[in-house]
């Protein structure tokens, strides 16, 4: 089975301030990396998915790149409504999710 | 609007079963691979179960591979999971989800089933 190793597990940060989160896949997984959002008490939220395709509705401020074993999801920009977990899932070879990443503000 | 609304859980004992629906609306559902997602409390989201739009293709998780049995039809809207042998750390909340491209990635979810595993 594919791993999926996400680091930070959590990260302060200020309001406009730019932050990245990594995802790295235990094997080649093409582009076939997803990134959701998840609020407190709330549904995932599809982000991005084949590594940089914004899903809509997402704003221009996340963005994602990467290929092979190696990706990374970042926010230009933070803004409040953008603290929360994010994770990341290979779909390559069935699915796995990394562990998550807490974003908390400073 | 697409809107997945599942059904069925609740508080089971060790080595009991329960059956989880999902019913869909809003997409044509029957054109959509689907998903299983759980979440234990306070924990991230772990991947169970996969059934192509024509059931034709079935994956699992090893973690449930052998007790749980997706299912689906396509006449009622209606995505299955049938969990058996539940264990205490099968609690969590399922989510169903419905894949998009090729490789099924999950996008819209919906609000999930409470499933707790307790004697």
């Known amino acids: 089975a594919i791993q999926v190793t996400q680091s930070p597990t959590s990260l302060s940060a200020s309001l406009g301030d730019r932050v990245t989160l990594t995802c790295r896949a235990s094997?080649?997984?093409?582009?076939?990396m997803a990134w959701y959002q998840q609020k407190p008490g709330e549904v995932p939220q599809l982000l991005i998915y084949?590594?940089?395709t914004l899903q809509s509705g997402t704003p221009s401020r996340f963005s994602g790149s990467g290929a092979g074993t190696d990706f990374s999801f970042t926010i230009s920009h933070l803004q409040s409504e953008d603290f929360a977990t994010y994770y990341c899932?290979?779909?390559?070879?069935?699915?796995?999710f990394g562990a998550g990443t807490k974003l908390e503000l400073k | 609007e697409v809107q997945l609304v599942e059904s069925g859980g609740g508080l089971v004992q060790p080595g009991r079963s329960l059956k989880l629906s999902c019913v869909a609306s809003?997409?044509?559902?029957?054109?959509?691979?689907m998903n299983w997602i759980r979440q234990a409390p306070g924990k991230g989201l772990e991947w169970v179960a996969y059934?192509?739009?024509?059931?034709?293709?079935?994956y699992y998780a090893e973690t449930v591979k052998g007790r749980f049995t997706i299912s689906r039809d396509n006449a009622k809207n209606t995505l299955y999971l049938q969990m058996t042998s539940l264990r205490s750390e099968d609690t969590a909340l399922y989510y169903c989800?419905?894949?998009?491209?090729?490789?099924?990635?999950?996008?819209?979810w919906g609000q999930g089933a409470s499933v707790t595993v307790s004697s």
């Open positions: 989800a419905r894949g998009i491209t090729i490789a099924a990635i999950p996008d819209a």
């Open positions: 809003g997409f044509t559902f029957s054109n959509y691979g």
């Open positions: 059934i192509s739009s024509g059931s034709s293709y079935i």
């Open positions: 094997q080649d997984i093409n582009n076939k």
């Open positions: 084949y590594a940089s």
């Open positions: 899932l290979q779909g390559y070879s069935l699915y796995t």
